[in-house]
Nanobody
Framework: QVQLVEFGGGLVQAGGSLRLSCAASGSTFSLYRMGWYRQAPGKQRELVGSITRDGRVYYVDSVKGRFAIAGDIAENTVYLQMSSLRPEDTAVYYC?????????WGQGIQVTVSS
């Protein structure tokens, strides 16, 4: 089993920046991908970005050019640098990891962007 701890988040004005951090512990020996999902009120959870052990990165179209994901899979950490934030980025952000045993989720962290 993998445990995840998320840091960062909070309230920021539109155009501002925030950085989310996530650290994994436990059964991480087979960890091969880390990423971030988000869920806004009344909307489905969506994958924001992810990074694999071999360095492949994915972003949802709505954050390309504004968000950057970085991580050290070997150190079981992943970061999400969010810039040029918009009110529509307001959501609960969840760190997630994939191992050969399955997926694990963090408790979620609130990001609120005011207009």
């Amino acid at each position: 089993q993998v445990q995840l701890v998320e840091f960062g988040g909070g309230l920021v004005q539109a155009g501002g920046s925030l950085r989310l951090s996530c650290a994994a512990s436990g059964s991480t020996f087979s960890l091969y991908r880390m990423g971030w999902y988000r869920q806004a009120p009344g909307k489905q959870r969506e994958l924001v970005g992810s990074i694999t052990r071999d360095g492949r990165v994915y972003y949802v179209d709505s954050v390309k050019g504004r968000f950057a994901i970085a991580g050290d899979i070997a150190e079981n950490t992943v970061y999400l640098q969010m810039s040029s934030l918009r009110p529509e980025d307001t959501a609960v952000y969840y760190c997630t990891v994939d191992t050969i045993q399955g997926s694990s989720w963090g408790q979620g962290i609130q990001v609120t962007v005011s207009s």
